[in-house]
């Protein structure tokens, strides 16, 4: 059975598979029928979702969950306590990229039954990747893009290829994908440096933005005593020409008493000199 024929067989229904689970129809027991039926495998017995690495053995690789990471098409998504009430959840993975996939699953939206998924990446643990030692040729064959590789590939430089001569070119091929995983590894780093870096400058424009605000709070202050003070010279000025027609009408008042005083004077002289001449 291929991974296409269990998701045409079981979608919308529920699946059961004995030495799976205490309950029925729960997410292990589809991961167990795909391992059973299209791995070609012995079910992993009597465990929770969250447990299946621990228990999984030699036949699978355990990948953990990171930012870049993408699982392939027939991986385990295994999914951490946080989900399942605290069980779990496990499902086969079908397509997608590091935002989020669909996966073929029991027990999840539609409670009991089988059925493709939506789902980002929170709380995913990881997933499991069989190793390519499956008994299953079918599986081999027609659910590994790898296998229809090398099987393609020995066809043209080899008229009659044998198993050994495809592991030889699976080995060749986990010598490169060790490589590319510490090569990923390399770039994972860097990429959390940058994230460090960015941090930093975030926190640096964090603090020049609080200063410039305050800049503004200070210029506010100083424009507010400015006008003030523009305020208080207006005052003045206006007191002032107050203060200057005050002293022109003083001053006019004085010349007039200054004349009073002369022609008082003026008179005074004349009656004496009158009295004088009589």
Same mark, same amino acid.
């Given at each position: 059975?291929?991974?296409d024929e269990?998701i %045409?067989?079981y979608?919308?229904k529920?699946?059961e598979?004995a030495g799976? #689970?205490?309950a029925?129809f729960?997410?292990v027991d589809?991961?167990?029928?795909?391992i059973?039926?299209?791995?070609g495998l012995k079910?992993?017995?009597?465990?929770?979702? +969250?447990d &299946?690495?621990?228990?999984?053995?030699?036949?699978?690789?355990?990948i953990?969950?990171?930012?870049l990471?993408?699982?392939k098409?027939?991986?385990? /998504?295994?999914?951490?306590?946080?989900v399942?009430?605290?069980n779990g959840h496990?499902a086969i993975f079908?397509?997608?990229?590091i935002?989020g996939?669909?996966? &073929?699953?029991?027990?999840?939206?539609?409670k009991?039954?089988?059925?493709?998924e939506?789902?980002?990446?929170? $709380?995913?643990?990881g997933w499991?990747?069989?190793?390519?030692d499956?008994? $299953?040729?079918?599986w081999l064959?027609?659910n590994s893009? #790898?296998?229809?590789?090398?099987l393609?590939f020995l066809k043209i430089?080899k008229? $009659?290829p044998t &198993?050994?001569?495809?592991?030889?070119?699976? #080995?060749g091929?986990k010598?490169?994908?060790?490589?590319?995983e510490?090569?990923k590894?390399?770039?994972? #780093?860097k990429?959390d440096a940058?994230?460090d870096t960015i941090?930093t400058k975030?926190?640096?424009l964090l603090?020049?933005? %609080?200063?410039? %605000?305050?800049?503004q709070?200070?210029l506010k202050?100083?424009?507010?005593?400015l006008?003030e003070?523009q305020? %208080?010279?207006?005052g003045m000025?206006?007191d002032?020409?107050?203060?200057g027609?005050e002293?022109?009408?003083? *001053?006019a008042k004085?010349?007039?008493?200054?004349l009073v005083?002369?022609?008082?004077?003026k008179e005074?002289?004349? /009656?004496i +000199?009158? *009295?004088?001449?009589?």
């Open positions: 059975m291929t991974l269990l %045409k067989k979608d919308g529920q699946l598979v799976s #689970a205490n029925k729960q997410c589809l991961a167990n029928a795909y059973r039926d299209v791995l079910i992993i017995e009597w465990t929770n979702a +969250k &299946f690495p621990s228990k999984a053995g030699s036949n699978y690789e355990y953990k969950n990171t930012p990471g993408v699982p098409r027939g991986d385990l /998504i295994v999914w951490n306590g946080n399942g009430g605290g496990i079908m397509k997608g990229g935002m996939f669909t996966s &073929f699953d029991q027990n999840w939206s539609t009991e039954r089988c059925k493709v939506t789902h980002t990446y929170r $709380n995913v643990a499991l990747r069989p190793r390519g499956s008994t $299953n040729p079918d064959i027609k893009d #790898a296998w229809i590789a090398i393609t430089t008229k $009659n &198993f050994d001569d495809a592991k030889n070119v699976v #080995a091929i010598a490169r994908a060790t490589a590319m510490k090569e590894g390399e770039w994972e #780093a990429y940058s994230q941090s975030d926190d640096q603090i020049a933005e %609080k200063a410039r %605000k305050a800049c709070g200070n202050e100083s424009n507010k005593n006008t003070a305020g %208080k010279i207006e000025i206006e002032n020409k107050k203060m027609i002293l022109s009408n003083l *001053k004085r010349g007039f008493d200054e005083n002369v022609r008082i004077r005074e002289y004349a /009656i +000199k009158y *009295k004088g001449g009589r």
